[in-house]
């Protein structure tokens, strides 16, 4: 949709002259129709009578006639343009129609124009998030869900079981993004994306005559790259080694396997290849450990892309769901009964553990912002029906007085741009209803970051420590990519409540493993080319993995918090006092988001740590915007 929306928006400077002609008929053949589309849009868009957002949704309803009319007909308007504006150096790849190829948007975006509203918050949505904020962010709905749930049982807290003092362990990993064309030696610095790959280069270097690599790419991975194979099994290969003294019971595994590659490489194949890969060697370096996962933003074909069972086009991505939940059940990870219900549940599935702790895992490209699939439909709180589900599951847990962990990929939370905020509001009143006495913990990925977000009760307009439900814990990375460190963690749990009691994390110092020494740069200009290079070093070998930190440890230093109360929602909430309210307690949270790697950002500036409250602080989008509203924060700062 962006994509098709964005060339639609760059056709207002246009100026090119097309004679004007005739509308269609039902004899006029593909090409006639569209020099016609295109010839419309630039109408459209040069239009002095009608607002950006007007415009927008314009285009939205030429773009949803034509697609009702020959679907077909819209990945060749928007090859035409890509062409005519130069949008790619091979249009025909990314804008194609069905092709398992390559990543075909195309075919998706004609799919999801025959079914929006283009007039209505549909079309709102799409122009504020898709089209550079063309329309104003639409008010956030409160849904009455009333009626998904029955009143909260009288007796559930007397029900619960209580901490006999008792632990287990977990381990939590996220976000490999293994890089199959990863190459040794190419370049790290790249001004294209993806680094570390064949033939990705330095165009300002090559503009100053410089032929050679600026920064080349490391055996065990780069700063701003994906994973080589070795990484992948090493960091396994870290996690059966110290875990070999925890005795993990299970893992969890919050999703995004695939590498962040161009649209013109990613296929079908390569994103099943990779996402076998990881699976395989999880087994391959964790034997026998269950490990239940969930899909990233990455883990589908194409990019983000997931349609709802209501939309018609969910055959077109069955397969992963079918792909994962056959290698899930063959590692012995889920039985059959919970394949099945995988399949149905587009990968999502609950399953209890041997302590009795109910996991359920969530596709969060439901309320993902680039997913196309979730524009349609958008006065439903549900338009997948996984919001329900998960529900029912609680509902379940809650008359049996079971606690649940949920998992998901993207938050729901911290940062507006990555969930849509009418989902999460959803999301949100599951949430209130269901946490702390159901719902445990929630665990996430996605951002390669070491962070966490408190969910409060309500909408978010009282952040005050008597309303701190639960915690959404987000794993940072193994991949380094945007520079930090490969890390894990791992959590003790209580063995009656199933809370965190406590997160330990080890990381492996990338830069340890580099030939050259990131500690002393040298700084030549050769032309306009400001090229930053570093003394030869001796590498080590391997990467160590080593201990990094403890939660508790880390944001209660004066030992203010009871030993045996668990790093709960109120735990959280202090934290987030001593991170933005104390140096040494904001320098540490850095530190360790970035795991020390040479790259961690100084925190001082206050809008800096007016966005730190506020991601801390919003388990959804909608308690962000409230959240920036009463700190008076303009510009939105990534954490």
């Known amino acids: 949709m962006n994509v098709l929306l964005t060339l639609l928006t760059w056709a207002t400077f246009a100026l090119a ?66 062409k005519k504006y130069k949008w790619q150096a091979i249009c025909t790849n990314v804008y194609q129609g069905r092709n398992f190829g390559v990543e075909a948007k195309a075919g998706h975006i004609a799919n999801v124009l025959q079914l929006i509203d283009p007039y209505g918050t549909d079309g709102e949505y799409i122009c504020h998030y898709q089209v550079r904020k063309a329309c104003p962010r639409p008010a956030t709905p409160v849904f009455n869900l009333t009626g998904w749930w029955p009143e909260k049982p009288a007796d559930i807290e007397e029900r619960l079981p209580k901490s006999k003092g008792d632990r287990f362990n977990v381990v939590h990993l996220s976000d490999f993004h293994v890089d199959l064309r990863y190459q040794i030696g190419s370049e790290s610095n790249c001004t294209s994306y993806m680094c570390c790959v064949e033939p990705v280069y330095n165009k300002d270097a090559l503009k100053a005559n410089f032929t050679d690599v600026v920064l080349p790419a490391q055996k065990f991975g780069s700063y701003e790259c994906d994973i080589p194979q070795v990484l992948l099994e090493d960091s396994l290969k870290s996690v059966a080694t110290i ?54 933003n990455h883990d589908s074909f194409p990019y983000a892309q997931q349609a709802q069972n209501a939309s018609g086009f969910l055959g077109e991505f069955i397969w992963n769901a079918q792909l994962s939940a056959s290698l899930w059940k063959d590692y ?75 998992i998901a990929h993207i938050p729901t939370g911290g940062s507006t741009t990555n969930a849509l905020p009418h989902v999460t509001e959803v999301f949100r009143q599951i949430v209130d209803r269901f946490a702390p006495h159901t719902i445990a913990a929630l665990f996430f990925g996605h951002t390669h970051e070491d962070q966490f977000n408190v969910y409060y009760a309500g909408n978010g307009t009282d952040n005050s420590i008597e309303n701190a439900l639960t915690v959404g814990w987000i794993s940072q990375s193994v991949t380094p990519l945007h520079n930090y460190n490969p890390s894990w963690r791992y959590y003790e749990v209580d063995s009656d409540t199933f809370e965190i009691m ?54 209660d230093p004066q030992n203010k918090w009871p030993k045996n109360a668990p790093l709960n929602a109120t735990f959280w909430h202090n934290a987030i006092q001593y991170i933005v309210n104390n140096d040494t307690g904001r320098e540490d949270y850095l530190k360790y988001e970035f795991r020390e790697s040479p790259f961690v950002p100084d925190g001082s500036d206050p809008e800096y740590i007016k966005n730190m409250y506020c991601y801390f602080s919003s388990g959804t989008v909608p308690a962000v915007f409230e959240c920036q509203k009463r700190m008076n924060i303009t510009k939105e700062i990534w954490i």
């Open 17 to 82: 002259a097309i004679q004007p002609i005739g509308p269609p008929t039902k004899f006029t053949g593909k090409d006639y129709l569209v020099k016609y589309a295109v010839q419309e849009i630039e109408n459209l868009y040069n239009s002095t009578r009608l607002d950006s957002c007007a415009k927008c949704m314009g285009a939205l309803a030429l773009g949803k006639t034509l697609a009702l009319e020959d679907d077909r007909v819209i990945p060749e308007i928007l090859q035409e343009l890509c």
């Open 243 to 296: 875990g070999a003294n925890k005795s993990f019971e299970f893992g969890i595994f919050t999703g995004d396997m695939v590498s962040h590659d161009l649209d013109d490489w990613l296929s079908l194949a390569n994103v099943i290849k990779s996402e076998e890969d990881v699976y395989y060697n999880m087994k391959k370096y964790l034997g026998d450990l269950p490990i239940y996962s969930t899909f990233g």
């Open 332 to 406: 012995g990870w889920i039985d059959e009964e919970t394949q099945a219900e995988a399949v149905h549940t587009y990968g999502a599935f609950g399953v209890t553990t041997k302590r009795g702790l109910r996991v359920i895992s969530m596709d969060s490209n439901f309320w993902y912002t680039a997913n196309y699939y979730n524009y349609w439909n958008t006065t439903s709180p549900d338009t997948s029906g996984m919001m329900k589900w998960m529900v029912d599951q609680l509902i379940e847990a809650e008359k049996n007085a079971q606690k649940v962990w949920i």
């Open 502 to 555: 406590e997160s330990i994390n080890y990381y492996a110092q990338l830069n340890k493993t580099f030939e050259f020494d990131m500690d002393k740069p040298e700084v030549s200009t050769n032309a306009s080319f400001t090229r930053v290079t570093y003394p030869p070093r001796t590498p080590d070998e391997e990467l160590e993995w080593i201990y990094e930190y403890s939660a508790r440890d880390a944001y």
